[in-house]
């Protein structure tokens, strides 16, 4: 089974609630580096964490990442972003193509050009950041960019396979960091989704359903489209 033990792990968005979580879990369990790539790189109080300046959205900065971390064996894309606007009627055309520049194409053409780094080491894994918008279409373009990357984590997993590279695809509702403080409801502590994730990695799991309206939604997806969302059994307006 894979192990964070003496891995080299790269996290995309590590400057984030979760990322930050990445980062230092993965030192916790083990891992002898980790390239915390942001935007913006940070400084870290920890010599084993190399800042790395990564744009998902920008083919030169990824490209430029791939080759200063060619000794990576898990790879996390955890990189994501939020439009104003859950309306896929409302949000603005630059929105709904930022979100899937970040969301979807930013996480596949990591995973490419990480790919022949991946196969060239033994028990290598690529993690992608999903989310219960994934499969629960509540977030307009969110979940539409949520749901194709899980469409390509299912085909990477296959087309991986091959060259032993483990893939995992992630599912969670809302996680207590600042991309979901305009929430009121539940929300799981970053630390316990993360070590969900690296449980996850060493025990060779496929996907890791987080919580209960991950594993509700997943369940709902094999049954009729107005099982999942009863708003379109509500009387419309006008009628009795």
Do not use: C
Not at 19 to 36: C, E, I, N
Not at 115 to 129: C, K, Y
Not at 143 to 155: E, I, R
């Amino acid at each position: 089974m894979p192990s964070l033990n003496g891995a080299v792990v790269l996290v995309t968005g590590a400057n984030g609630g979760l990322g930050t979580h990445f980062v230092h879990d993965a030192l916790a369990r083990g891992a002898s580096k980790v390239y915390a790539t942001a935007r913006n790189p940070r400084s870290w109080d920890d010599d084993r964490v190399v800042p790395l300046a990564l744009d998902v959205t920008d083919a030169d900065s990824i490209q430029a990442v791939a080759q200063a971390a060619g000794d990576v064996t898990v790879l996390i894309n955890n990189a994501g972003a939020l439009p104003a606007t859950a309306s896929l009627l409302t949000a603005t055309a630059a929105d709904i193509r930022a979100t899937m520049e970040t969301n979807f194409f930013g996480p596949v053409f990591v995973a490419r050009a990480f790919a022949p780094v991946l196969a060239a080491g033994q028990g290598s894994v690529l993690v992608d950041v999903h989310s219960v918008a994934s499969w629960y279409a509540m977030g307009g373009v969110y979940s539409a960019s949520k749901a194709a990357l899980w469409s390509a984590t299912n085909s990477l997993r296959v087309e991986l396979a091959a060259a032993d590279v483990h893939v995992i695809g992630v599912h969670m509702g809302y996680v207590d960091t600042g991309m979901a403080a305009h929430v009121d409801g539940p929300k799981m502590l970053p630390e316990e989704l993360v070590a969900q994730v690296y449980d996850g990695v060493e025990a060779g799991a496929y996907e890791i359903v987080a919580d209960g309206i991950s594993a509700h939604a997943k369940a709902a997806l094999s049954g009729p489209v107005e099982a999942l969302y009863p708003e379109l059994q509500a009387p419309k307006a006008g009628t009795r």
